[in-house]
């Protein structure tokens, strides 16, 4: 097991899994050695922009990797037993029961032509071996308990709003009582009222279920609203894993500072938005060393030839030769 966290009681351990995408008969590294542990009732954001691997990440703990990816290695443990996330058969009496997923736009998750109350049902008589009546009664129980009465059960998903909608999706996501769900984006359709009910009804159900969260969004504000701890990606790698306090108030990667810095905050008068200069970096040809270097403000020569280890610095881990080759003392007058 690698540096990921403190004991074998975690919920959830991702073990050095790396994933590829086969395209076009080349290969891509989506994930690289990804390593982390979650524990019951935690709330874990993955944060990183478009093709940093919190996706693919979030499908291979779900068994949900599509036909042209691989797990090249590593593997995923629920509760210390090791997860067949590259079989999909297999995989089906642990999805939904022990982990599921709230997928972005519930429009297109949901089937158009069954009633909600019944696609709510489906899976507990599926899942659960619940007769339709018992079915039926656990689903207005779940529609009530995400704020839906149960006289709109009866709704197909276009007579909903997008917040509706997306409530629905979350007590699918728990009719089979699973222990950790994944929310891929789960508020990005919403506007922001929306967004802060669902948010909130989130936090809710965790605390009263002790369910675990992995949320995936691009969005630091809604980790500070939802998550305990904050897992930072890029190109495929954690580059940086603390909790939101920590993170927030003393990023110690030069990209998440980056992206603390790229969103405003008009409550300390920072109104720029300052983007971070350059692209993400393309997987089929990955640079060498450290994969920010060409973006990184303080990188130096030997960023561009050596990646740098995901160390562990208390209770955080960082991927940067700025947190290795330094002393403490230079670290504390750097200010890194
Ligand atoms: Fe920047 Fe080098 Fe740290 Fe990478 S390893 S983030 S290039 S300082």
Redesign the pocket.
Known sequence: MTDTSQDTASLLEVDKLSVNYGLKGASLCALDSVSFNLQAGEAVALVGESGSGKTTTALAIAGLLSPNASVSNGEVRYRGKRLPIDDDTAMRPHRWSETSVVFQGAMNALNPVHRIIKQIAEPCMLKLGLSRGEATKRAIELLERVGIPADRGTAYPHELSGGMRQRVMIAMALACRPSIIIGDEPTTALDVITQAQILKLLGELRSQLNLALILITHDLSVVAEACDRVMIMYAGRI?EDGTVAEIFAKPK???TRLLIDSIPNPASGKRIIRPIPGDPPNLMNRPS????????????A???N?V?SLDRFGRERV??????SLTQDDKVAANV
């Not at 060393?289 to 130096?300: I, L, T, V």
């Not at 991927?319 to 290795?324: I, N, T």
Request: with cysteine; aromatic share 8%.
């Open positions: 580059v990667h030069p990209y060393g450290c994969a920010f270097h060409s973006r990184c403000p303080s990188a130096m030997v960023c561009a050596e740098p991927a940067c030769h700025l947190h290795r």
